[in-house]
């Protein structure tokens, strides 16, 4: 060491030299000083100062700035209890990644879903192929969220370098200006003339309460013997109903612990749950919010009703109407239900030219040709049967009645025509020509070819037909306006939000309930640019996105850019769906059957 060896050579100086060696001492300490300053500001000596996982934790949970949990003083488990972070891997006495780092504070936000349907997103760096999809998730809402938590332009990530105090300061600074007021921002382009545009604002501030739930059980027997085997576990559960299909609920919990519990004992039972989060009430904040938005340019895509293969009396999930090549598929309209998988539309209904069912009166339709003409507004509806000596009243289209009246059907409606109880009587037209007549109902109904329906004591007139005699069907809208007979395909919604981008405020004999609360949305529509787009604004979820009201959906529509919209039916129905999945949560945990949707179809096969 060169250093001693000075020290030496100095000391065997003269005495008179003393104030020259103090000198020389003092110049000495101030060099090794400086050295040692250097060696800790080198990057290697950065990069050997870690972090411990619980105390980069320990900074989030404060970041997040919820109050410690009563009798709890361990920040970590804080944190796990309010389910800011993943359950940690390996030691929490481990130095922290910069992969775990980043993954933590994702989370943290209630960020989870934005980082499942980014995980194939193009990320800038070229050493993350080892990554899960999650953790490139993660990256991908790091890198477009505001404030960013990494910087675009950069090469490398480093998923297994260990971070230091400095950054773990920064993550944790930026968390907590995120809670403030966070903005995630994404535009995607999976084919040539469509976008899908990604959209979060804010995170949760006010604690939710957890639920679990495991659906799917046909019968009230097996939903029962399930909630039998979490019992034999020591898991409380309940069993109740929804939409026809039975589920077992864990009980309603303030800390995600039991949550983790009731996931758990479900997959070892070979079952996954899925988790409900909650507050009081949905007006209590107006954020987190999320919506996704499908713009197509229709000189590339066309839209088209979608309807379930097994015709229109039936109510079938959104993900089994993606078929026939459509890029993406939104849920249509309002309707009713009858029973399980059983229901029909309500309002207006038009595919290829023909009127499916008749519109409801007081809501606005939506229209549209091959011709990339549209067209919207309220609609009337008239239908006639015209006999040989007179004429009846059409009483409904594809529509199954309970009393008397007069009915045409098609091949939408099903393979076959419903039974009835009254009198009936049906003919089977080629166009306008009879070509069977039948007595009772059940009876098939070829493709492309329409039956006449009649029950009760005016069946009488149909008695009397032969093959070959005609029997013209005659219907309009709005008493033939050519705006609206010229079109090819119609939907109706309520209430109409935008005209020509301007917020419309009419609300169409809707509740307050549907209109002023917050709820899912689902709404169709023409943008400034005269594209066609499908919206989906997620709701009834405390940490992903609390809902909107219908002025505030409007309000982010025109924003947005939007020229016209349209609002269809929400709630547990709202969902947007292509070939790689859903592009929303899901209000209900699971595809709620509906009655039928909106395919965006690319033009030509592409």
Same mark, same amino acid.
Request: aromatic share 10%; with cysteine; hydrophobic share 40%.
């Given at each position: 060491?060169?250093?001693?060896?000075?020290?030496?050579?100095?000391?065997?100086?003269?005495?008179?030299?003393?104030?020259?060696?103090?000198?020389?001492?003092?110049?000495?300490?101030?060099?090794?000083?400086?050295?040692?300053?250097?060696?800790?500001?080198?990057?290697?000596?950065?990069?050997?100062?870690?972090?411990?996982?619980?105390?980069?934790?320990?900074?989030?949970?404060?970041?997040?700035?919820?109050?410690?949990?009563?009798?709890?003083?361990?920040?970590?488990?804080?944190?796990?209890?309010?389910?800011?972070?993943?359950?940690?891997?390996?030691?929490?006495?481990?130095?922290?990644?910069?992969?775990?780092?980043?993954?933590?504070?994702?989370?943290?936000?209630?960020?989870?879903?934005?980082?499942?349907?980014?995980?194939?997103?193009?990320?800038?760096?070229?050493?993350?192929?080892?990554?899960?999809?999650?953790?490139?998730?993660?990256?991908?809402?790091?890198?477009?969220?505001?404030?960013?938590?990494?910087?675009?332009?950069?090469?490398?990530?480093?998923?297994?370098?260990?971070?230091?105090?400095?950054?773990?300061?920064? +993550?944790? *600074?930026? #968390?907590?200006?995120?809670?403030? %007021?966070? @903005?995630?921002?994404?535009? =995607?382009?999976? !084919?040539? &003339?469509?976008?899908?545009?990604?959209?979060?604002?804010?995170?949760?501030?006010?604690?939710?309460?957890?639920?679990?739930?495991?659906?799917?059980?046909?019968?009230?027997?097996?939903?029962?013997?399930?909630?039998?085997?979490?019992?034999?576990?020591? +898991?409380? *559960?309940? #069993?109740?109903?929804?939409?026809? %299909?039975? @589920?077992?609920?864990?009980? =309603?919990?303030? !800390?995600? &612990?039991?949550?983790?519990?009731?996931?758990?004992?479900?997959?070892?039972?070979?079952?996954?749950?899925?988790?409900?989060?909650?507050?009081?009430?949905?007006?209590?904040?107006?954020?987190?919010?999320?919506?996704?938005?499908?713009?197509?340019?229709?000189?590339?895509?066309?839209?088209?009703?979608?309807?379930?293969?097994?015709?229109?009396?039936?109510?079938?999930?959104?993900?089994?109407?993606?078929?026939?090549?459509?890029?993406?598929?939104?849920?249509?309209?309002?309707?009713?239900?009858?029973?399980?998988?059983?229901?029909?539309?309500?309002?207006?209904?038009?595919?290829?030219?023909?009127?499916?069912?008749?519109?409801?009166?007081?809501?606005?339709?939506?229209?549209?040709?091959?011709?990339?003409?549209?067209?919207?507004?309220?609609?009337?509806?008239?239908?006639?049967?015209?006999?040989?000596?007179?004429?009846?009243?059409?009483?409904?289209?594809?529509?199954?009645?309970?009393?008397?009246?007069?009915?045409?059907?098609?091949?939408?409606?099903?393979?076959?025509?419903?039974?009835?109880?009254?009198?009936?009587?049906?003919?089977?037209?080629?166009?306008?020509?009879?070509?069977?007549?039948?007595?009772?109902?059940?009876?098939?109904?070829?493709?492309?070819?329409?039956?006449?329906?009649?029950?009760?004591?005016?069946?009488?007139?149909?008695?009397?037909?032969?093959?070959?005699?005609?029997?013209?069907?005659?219907?309009?809208?709005?008493?033939?306006?050519?705006?609206?007979?010229?079109?090819?395909?119609?939907?109706?919604?309520?209430?109409?939000?935008?005209?020509?981008?301007?917020?419309?405020?009419?609300?169409?004999?809707?509740?307050?309930?549907?209109?002023?609360?917050?709820?899912?949305?689902?709404?169709?529509?023409?943008?400034?640019?005269?594209?066609?787009?499908?919206?989906?604004?997620?709701?009834?979820?405390?940490?992903?996105?609390?809902?909107?009201?219908?002025?505030?959906?409007?309000?982010?529509?025109?924003?947005?850019?939007?020229?016209?919209?349209?609002?269809?039916?929400?709630?547990?129905?709202?969902?947007?769906?292509?070939?790689?999945?859903?592009?929303?949560?899901?209000?209900?945990?699971?595809?709620?059957?509906?009655?039928?949707?909106?395919?965006?179809?690319?033009?030509?096969?592409?």
């Amino acid at each position: 060491m060169p250093y001693p060896l000075l020290a030496a050579s100095l000391s065997s100086q003269r005495a008179d030299a003393v104030p020259h060696r103090r000198y020389i001492r003092s110049v000495l300490a101030l060099v090794l000083i400086l050295y040692a300053l250097f060696l800790r500001c080198t990057p290697d000596a950065e990069a050997a100062q870690t972090v411990r996982k619980d105390t980069f934790i320990a900074q989030l949970f404060q970041a997040r700035g919820f109050p410690m949990p009563a009798n709890e003083k361990s920040a970590v488990n804080a944190a796990l209890d309010y389910n800011l972070i993943p359950f940690p891997e390996g030691k929490l006495s481990d130095p922290l990644t910069r992969r775990e780092a980043i993954v933590y504070a994702i989370h943290s936000l209630g960020l989870f879903f934005e980082s499942s349907i980014l995980a194939d997103y193009p990320l800038p760096f070229k050493d993350v192929a080892g990554l899960r999809p999650e953790e490139r998730g993660a990256l991908a809402v790091a890198l477009n969220m505001n404030p960013p938590l990494l910087k675009k332009g950069v090469a490398n990530f480093a998923p297994s370098h260990k971070i230091s105090p400095a950054e773990a300061n920064d +993550i944790a *600074a930026i #968390v907590k200006a995120a809670v403030r %007021d966070l @903005r995630l921002s994404v535009n =995607l382009s999976p !084919r040539k &003339g469509m976008t899908i545009r990604i959209r979060r604002e804010g995170t949760y501030t006010l604690l939710p309460k957890w639920r679990a739930v495991v659906n799917g059980f046909d019968a009230k027997e097996d939903a029962d013997f399930f909630r039998t085997q979490l019992a034999g576990q020591g +898991i409380e *559960a309940t #069993v109740d109903s929804q939409n026809y %299909d039975w @589920r077992v609920r864990s009980p =309603l919990f303030d !800390r995600y &612990g039991g949550i983790r519990e009731f996931l758990a004992a479900s997959r070892a039972l070979g079952r996954e749950g899925v988790v409900f989060s909650a507050i009081p009430n949905w007006e209590m904040s107006d954020t987190p919010r999320f919506w996704t938005m499908m713009v197509f340019d229709p000189g590339m895509f066309e839209l088209r009703p979608v309807l379930p293969t097994e015709g229109m009396a039936s109510l079938v999930p959104l993900s089994s109407m993606l078929h026939d090549g459509a890029a993406a598929v939104v849920n249509g309209g309002y309707f009713g239900t009858s029973g399980k998988g059983r229901g029909s539309p309500i309002g207006a209904l038009m595919m290829d030219g023909v009127l499916l069912n008749p519109p409801f009166a007081g809501r606005t339709c939506f229209g549209w040709n091959s011709e990339n003409r549209a067209v919207f507004g309220q609609l009337t509806w008239k239908g006639q049967v015209h006999l040989p000596g007179g004429f009846m009243d059409l009483t409904g289209i594809n529509r199954t009645l309970k009393g008397d009246g007069v009915v045409l059907f098609s091949s939408h409606f099903g393979s076959s025509t419903p039974l009835s109880g009254a009198r009936t009587a049906e003919v089977l037209l080629d166009r306008d020509t009879v070509e069977e007549v039948r007595l009772g109902g059940g009876n098939p109904i070829p493709e492309r070819k329409r039956v006449l329906a009649v029950y009760g004591p005016a069946a009488r007139f149909l008695e009397t037909l032969r093959p070959g005699d005609t029997l013209r069907v005659s219907q309009n809208l709005n008493d033939g306006d050519p705006s609206w007979m010229n079109m090819a395909h119609i939907v109706q919604g309520g209430p109409f939000l935008l005209r020509n981008g301007e917020i419309l405020s009419e609300r169409e004999n809707l509740s307050d309930s549907i209109i002023d609360r917050r709820h899912p949305r689902t709404v169709v529509g023409l943008t400034d640019e005269g594209h066609w787009f499908f919206f989906v604004g997620d709701g009834r979820n405390a940490v992903h996105s609390v809902g909107f009201t219908l002025d505030e959906v409007a309000r982010v529509l025109k924003s947005a850019g939007v020229s016209y919209a349209l609002n269809l039916d929400g709630g547990g129905s709202s969902g947007l769906v292509s070939d790689r999945g859903f592009w929303n949560i899901l209000s209900d945990g699971l595809e709620r059957p509906v009655s039928y949707g909106i395919g965006a179809f690319p033009r030509g096969g592409r």
